[in-house]
């Protein structure tokens, strides 16, 4: 990633510096009973660590990457706050997924690499549960950051799709291999 890319995400961090909340995100709260309680989870992206949080809350092992060194102190607060252990490491995506073991879950919130599509796959364990949601064309202007139609239906067909919609400008995907 460019250091200015790196300097913008930093600067919204910095000037959202409400306390993060554990949760996950709204887009897949329908689905949240799916998530496991056990095993092990990759938070791509995790922003402030929210989502991070929650699963580990819920009993599993996470690692969460994020561009952002802002992003990630405010998630290591988060995480001491509420009092779980969560491995949180700033990485930049652009090299593609850190190094690790498969994973049981795999969660991608507002981040879009199609070059990292088959590697997210790939990094699940058989029975893992990847949850994506990208920002998308479908509701929304075209832009170098949205998804087309289809695209995640198309990029993960080959997991058993569990639920997954597109509109409002995301789309998202939540699928088992």
Do not use: N
């Not at 949180?88 to 090299?95: G, K, M, Q, R, S």
């Amino acid at each position: 990633m460019s250091a200015e890319d790196r300097a913008r995400w930093a600067a919204m961090y910095v000037e959202g510096a409400d306390m993060p909340v554990a949760a996950l995100p709204a887009v897949f709260g329908g689905v949240e009973d799916v998530f496991p309680r056990t095993g092990t989870a990759l938070d791509i992206a995790c922003g402030t660590g929210g989502a991070a949080v929650w699963l580990a809350q819920r009993g599993l092992r996470v690692h969460a990457v994020d561009i952002s060194a802002v992003a990630i102190a405010q998630a290591r607060r988060l995480a001491e706050q509420t009092a779980v252990p969560v491995a949180f490491d700033v990485a930049d995506l652009d090299a593609g997924l850190p190094s690790g073991e498969p994973a049981d879950v795999l969660l991608c919130h507002k981040f879009r690499d199609t070059a990292l599509y088959r590697s997210m796959t790939a990094r699940l364990k058989p029975g893992g549960l990847l949850a994506i949601c990208v920002l998308s064309e479908v509701g929304s202007a075209p832009g170098r950051f949205r998804a087309v139609a289809g695209e995640l239906r198309s990029a993960f067909g080959d997991l058993d799709v569990i639920a997954d919609g597109e509109g409002g400008g995301q789309a998202w995907l939540v699928g088992r291999r």
